[in-house]
């Protein structure tokens, strides 16, 4: 039977794989469970537009559309959202993203309970769905070193790396269900 047997620092303070080490960061935890929580509905959000928009218009293209309508905001308004979040109150920032996406889904379910949701109307939406985690998620990465030492920060940022991923495998499967 083989024993694993160290030397120097890890020796002293004993065996520890430090993979949750972030989690010793009270503000960073919160910070996780918020971007989990809020990657997990909007994986969901994706997933529900895009099934939306099949029911809606019956044509395969719609979901082609919709699909680019979630990211091109990402690709036009990344970089400018990430200069904001350099230069702005970052929470203030992360809090409007989060109102702005909570309307545009309440819009959504409004006009889909009204039955007056069109394909045109939700590729608008999609739009500014895509908008909110463009501004969202540069202010998430730019406010981790913040919250973490030093040392911890490659592990924070591994963790929230492994949250988004995760959050994008389970969104829309739970939404399927």
Known sequence: MATLTTSGPAARRGFSLQ????????PFTFLWLNSFSFALSQAMRQ?????????????AKALGLISFALGIPIL??????????DRM?????????????????ILAAVL?????MTTGV????????????????????AI????????RLLNAVTLNSVSQNLS????PALCGA
């Open 144 to 151: 981790i070193p913040t919250l973490v030492s030093q040392e």
């Open 47 to 59: 997933f529900a537009f895009v099934w939306l928009a099949l029911g809606l218009s019956g044509d």
């Open 168 to 171: 994008q495998i389970a969104g």
């Open 76 to 85: 036009v308004f990344g970089i400018p959202a990430g200069v904001l979040a």
């Open 112 to 116: 889909v309970w009204a039955d007056a």
């Open 89 to 105: 109150d970052r929470r203030v920032l992360l809090f409007t993203s989060q109102v702005a996406s909570l309307a545009v889904t």
């Open 19 to 26: 993979t949750f080490s972030a989690f010793e960061s009270r």
């Open 122 to 141: 939700t590729f608008a939406l999609a739009l500014a769905l895509g908008a909110t985690v463009a501004f969202g998620q540069p202010v998430r990465s």
